[in-house]
């Protein structure tokens, strides 16, 4: 549970490997169908399950794992 | 020896004139036959204002539709990209209207990841080019998308978005289409991603000045070889040849490409008839009525709107800015879908004005009463028998699919429904008109 698993799950759903823990995901070309497969996937994972407004104010793997509250793990 | 080959070719909508141009441009002697007094197919302008035309038919094409882009570019017409910046209406599950940024409904996201999660499952799992193939094709053919929903779907937000999502991706009820076709049909046009996407997606650009140019040019190019208002009755074979009749006669052929939809190829007299229909009985219309609302101008880009809504309660089930290039004025394109589509179709003229209207100004408020009104049913369209394409109901897939190009003696098939590719597309009935062609190369 970090910020490298968040980085992961935006790998998988953006089908790239360029993702960086700061990379913003609307600029690698996401969009809200993508972000809700985000979302599946945090919430499958690690629990919690976060609205689109969250992903909106966090819209980056480490802002993300922020908020989900595993970012110290 | 295409050099003394004469061909016909039934239906001038972009499959049809696509194979017309490929056959006369080897020296193939052709005659189009078009059952309206247009060309076009499902592409249709409609002239909202002197010089501005909107797309009443298919519109929007994306980098991937790499035979439309040629079309394009051969035809010298050009692209112009979808506008879509601005936020975002919603009217969803009775709760009033809402404003959201970006295209995000105010809905459980998790819930709608969930779904679309299962979607990509089912449309990852498909063989693209032999959908009866796929592993499991038999079960997957037998249910509904309604059905595979009603099981699968338990958050009442995705059971709330799952129709809505159909209708604007294949303009299907879920009922009409088995869950073979709607993952066929997703994973033929790109995947969910692509086939949902404006910027990045199919939904990329328009042609400027409207879809319907394509076959205007290209039956201009044809000439006389187009003959409208001519539907063609019988195509009677033999062994030497085929005879091709029309009300006012007929004509004499050595191969004919029929390129309309399955529902209409099946209802010309065919001798000796072939032995599989074309459609069966659970294949469906596909349910679009679009309407254009024209104003003075895109008066919602003033209060950061982008026309973009989707909306649980009709007629209008999503809208989106379409106003013209060429300025002028303002229009916004309501899809109506579904079942929606057919029983908004079967209102009376005024009635489909005064709620669209009203559904408008609710959505976008400060819109004054449209300066034009325009509803295009192609559900009830006779020679068209629906659109963007027929959906295969259960059990179609596997009966008909193992079929879908082959040749019946002389006479072959084309249209969007024949493409595995890009199935119910522009660009599906592009690459299905060159494959004819090819047929025809390497058969006379």
């Not at chain 1, 992961?8 to 993508?34: C, N, Q, W």
């Not at chain 2, 595979?148 to 958050?155: C, E, G, I, V």
């Not at chain 2, 400060?366 to 068209?384: K, M």
């Amino acid at each position: 549970m970090s910020v490298d698993g968040v980085t992961d799950i935006f790998r998988r759903v953006l089908e790239t490997a360029e993702v960086a823990p700061g990379s913003d995901f609307f600029a690698l070309g996401g969009d809200s169908l993508l972000a809700t497969r985000v979302l599946s996937a945090v919430a499958r994972e690690y629990g919690p399950e976060l609205s689109f407004e969250d992903f909106l104010l966090a819209p980056t793997p480490e802002a993300l794992a922020a908020r989900i509250g595993c970012s110290a793990s | 020896m295409l050099g003394v080959m004469r061909a016909a070719v039934v239906g001038a909508g972009l499959a049809g004139l696509t194979a017309a141009t490929g056959l006369a441009a080897q020296g193939a002697e052709v005659t189009v036959f078009e059952a309206r007094d247009r060309v076009g197919g499902r592409t249709r302008g409609i002239e909202v204002a002197p010089g501005s035309w909107v797309d009443a038919g298919a519109a929007y094409l994306g980098d991937r539709h790499t035979e439309v882009h040629s079309l394009v570019a051969e035809l010298g017409l050009k692209t112009t990209p979808a506008t879509t910046a601005g936020a975002s209406r919603f009217t969803l599950g009775g709760a009033g209207g809402r404003t959201r940024p970006g295209r995000f409904p105010p809905l459980d996201a998790v819930a709608l990841g969930r779904m679309f999660d299962l979607l990509d499952e089912l449309t990852a799992a498909v063989r693209p080019e032999a959908p009866w193939l796929t592993p499991d094709a038999a079960a997957l053919d037998a249910v509904t998308a309604g059905q595979w929903a009603d099981r699968h779907l338990t958050h009442p937000d995705a059971r709330l978005f799952f129709p809505l999502f159909l209708g604007e991706m294949m303009a299907a009820d879920p009922a009409d289409v088995s869950v073979l076709h709607m993952a066929f049909y997703l994973r033929s046009g790109g995947g969910l991603r692509y086939l949902n996407a404006f910027e990045g997606g199919a939904q990329q650009d328009r042609i400027a000045g409207g879809a319907h140019q394509l076959c205007e040019r290209l039956a201009a190019e044809l000439g006389d070889r187009v003959r409208l208002s001519s539907p063609v009755r019988a195509i009677h074979q033999d062994e030497a040849g085929v005879t091709v009749r029309t009300a006012d006669g007929s004509v004499r052929v050595d191969a004919v490409v029929v390129a309309v939809p399955p529902a209409l190829a099946d209802a010309v007299d065919h001798r000796p008839s072939p032995s599989h229909r074309r459609a069966g009985e659970r294949t469906a219309r596909g349910c679009a009525v679009k309407v254009h609302l024209v104003y003075p101008a895109p008066l919602w880009r003033a209060e950061g709107l982008s026309g973009w809504s989707v909306n649980s309660e009709g007629p209008l089930l999503s809208t989106v800015d379409d106003s013209p290039d060429a300025g002028g004025v303002g229009v916004l394109t309501g899809f109506v879908t579904g079942g929606e589509a057919h029983r908004f179709a079967a209102r009376p003229a005024a009635e489909q004005r005064a709620l669209a209207v009203a559904q408008a100004g609710r959505l976008f408020p400060h819109l004054p009463e449209p300066i034009g009104f325009h509803v295009t049913d192609w559900v009830n369209e006779e020679y068209s028998k629906g659109c963007y394409a027929a959906l295969l109901g259960p059990g179609e897939w596997l009966r008909h699919g193992p079929r879908l190009t082959t040749p019946h003696r002389r006479v072959h098939w084309a249209g969007t429904e024949t493409s595995t590719e890009y199935f119910g597309l522009m660009e599906g009935a592009i690459r299905s008109g060159r494959r004819a062609v090819a047929e025809l190369l390497a058969t006379y």
